[in-house]
């Protein structure tokens, strides 16, 4: 698992209260997937989906969790239609327990989004990016550094659209926020290098 997937699943920690027990299962994930020991990782995962809906049912706010975590490993795998569907199980869930402008609800927005792109479905991305965008500006504020990583996804999928002018005006509201904050400055030196490479640059990871 990468190291901005790492970031990601921090997010998500940090949005949301959860056990010591999915806390030590996502620690574990992260190593063995760092390992390349997939199956291992899956395994943990899958268990540990099975014994918490077995005690506290399909929709308790931890499964969501460990969709998360299940879904990072898929991706990190290739296997983006099955990273999908548990993000999107994962969706209903958060915006039942917490509603539906939560961050952790925005996490997982823009970790969906981050699959469309995988699939070259841009549109679709951008779309769940505006949406989670828009949460963590209401919640969180419009200069809060996690609006950063939410106009850096939609630079690059705009960018991937040829949609320069869009590219142009989400790096400089993220340059503007950068000034205000202890975002280190070297953030926005690589997406200013991102833009100025081809329109088929990758979508990347939230940074």
Do not use: W
Request: positive net charge; glycine residues 4%; charged residues 25%.
């Amino acid at each position: 698992m990468s190291s901005s997937q790492t970031t990601v699943m921090s997010q998500i920690i940090s949005n949301y209260e959860i056990s010591a027990r999915l806390r030590t299962l996502h620690n574990l994930v992260v190593q063995y997937a760092g390992e390349d020991r997939y199956e291992v990782a899956v395994s943990l995962c899958k268990q540990a989906l099975k014994d918490l809906e077995r005690s506290s049912g399909r929709d308790h706010p931890d499964v969501a969790t460990i969709h998360n975590i299940l879904a990072l490993v898929y991706k990190d795998q290739g296997k983006y239609k099955d990273a999908a569907a548990l993000l999107n199980e994962a969706l209903v869930i958060r915006a039942k327990h917490l509603g539906p402008d939560h961050p952790a609800v925005a996490a997982i927005l823009n970790n969906l989004a981050v699959l469309y792109g995988k699939r070259g479905k841009y549109r679709e991305a951008e779309l769940l990016c505006k949406r989670a965008l828009e949460i963590r500006e209401k919640v969180l504020g419009s200069d809060h550094p996690d609006v950063t990583k939410q106009l850096n996804n939609l630079a690059l999928l705009c960018q991937n659209q040829g949609k320069y002018a869009e590219v142009y005006e989400y790096l400089r509201r993220a340059q503007r926020i950068f000034e205000k904050s202890d975002v280190p400055q070297r953030v926005f030196k690589t997406l200013t290098t991102l833009v100025r490479q081809s329109a088929n640059t990758e979508v990347h990871e939230p940074i």
